[in-house]
């Protein structure tokens, strides 16, 4: 067993707590992939979470269902937004080896969008454990 009781990386969704300016905490269900013992999760290049993590690198995720509605304890890290390309290509590896064809759907879907041009990566080193 993992030692948070849970195991990010075969976790399907976890929630992903940033925090505000005035530590005001912001939870939201995201997917998340690992690479190399670091773990991944992707958004909206304007989104408030990516927002909130270039403020503030501290975050904490734990296992939850697709609504956010948590299962597990929770794990304290640091985040950061990834801009180096071979690590990025690598993340959108790890969530296409996890997510299989749901990933890929996603990625073709925001491809013709123009939303993956926008797309942010976010690295999370999980601390404490």
């Given at each position: ?34 690479l190399a013992g ?70 073709v879907m925001a ?19």
């Open positions: 067993m993992h030692p948070a009781g849970f195991d990010p990386a075969t976790e399907k969704y976890v929630s992903l707590a940033t925090y505000r300016r005035n530590g005001v905490e912001v939870k939201t269900p995201v997917w998340i992939a690992e670091r773990y991944y999760v992707f958004s909206e290049g304007d989104a408030g979470k990516v927002k909130r993590i270039r403020a503030t690198r501290r975050v904490r995720f734990a296992a939850c269902d697709i609504r956010g509605n948590v299962r597990s304890t929770w794990l304290e890290g640091r985040a950061r937004i990834v801009s180096e390309p071979a690590l990025i290509l690598g993340a959108r590896r790890a969530f296409r080896s996890k997510y299989g064809w749901i990933m890929l759907l996603t990625d491809s013709l969008s123009g939303r993956m041009r926008r797309r942010a990566y976010i690295e999370i080193e999980a601390s404490g454990w």
